[in-house]
């Protein structure tokens, strides 16, 4: 690369958590630079988080992290030519990639859904995915099981 990799901008951690993983992941929900709009679909989200879960000593932001880390991949296929063929490689993510690829599948699995309003589908899809069901889960067991499958092409890594 010509220029120098741009360094990390510490994020604000958000008003009612105080967690800079919730700023991160409304970053990453916001449409059209509408940061209030985001957090409010996000808070509206934990609160019915709150009403319907059943473990009732986890907070809903635990709930949340839950189902984040169950939605995390650990490994990935990278595609990578050699000769004339094109080979899936799995890899490992890294640490700040797993969590980014966690919050974009629980987003866009949540859009998806079918209820109503955005903060009724993200809270269905996180007790889902806290749970260890729903379509997000099932994204990373599926790219759990393409990188197994590719297994005999790791000798290729780069």
Request: overall charge positive; hydrophobic content about 40%.
């Amino acid at each position: 690369m010509r220029k120098r990799q741009a360094k990390k901008r510490p994020l604000l951690p958000d008003p009612k958590f105080n967690d800079q993983l919730v700023t991160r992941f409304v970053n990453m929900m916001m449409w059209d630079g509408k940061k209030s709009v985001a957090f409010k679909i996000f808070y509206d989200a934990m609160e019915i988080v709150e009403e319907k879960k059943q473990d009732e000593e986890k907070t809903a932001l635990e709930v949340w992290k839950d189902a984040l880390s169950n939605v995390m991949p650990h490994v990935e296929v990278r595609s990578r030519r050699v000769g004339g063929a094109t080979f899936q490689i799995p890899m490992q993510i890294r640490p700040d990639r797993k969590v980014s690829t966690a919050m974009k599948w629980l987003i866009s699995f949540s859009r998806k859904r079918n209820e109503k309003a955005m903060a009724q589908k993200l809270a269905a899809e996180v007790l889902a995915a806290a749970k260890e069901e729903g379509a997000a889960v099932k994204r990373r067991v599926d790219t759990h099981k393409m990188a197994e499958a590719n297994k005999a092409f790791s000798h290729f890594r780069f």
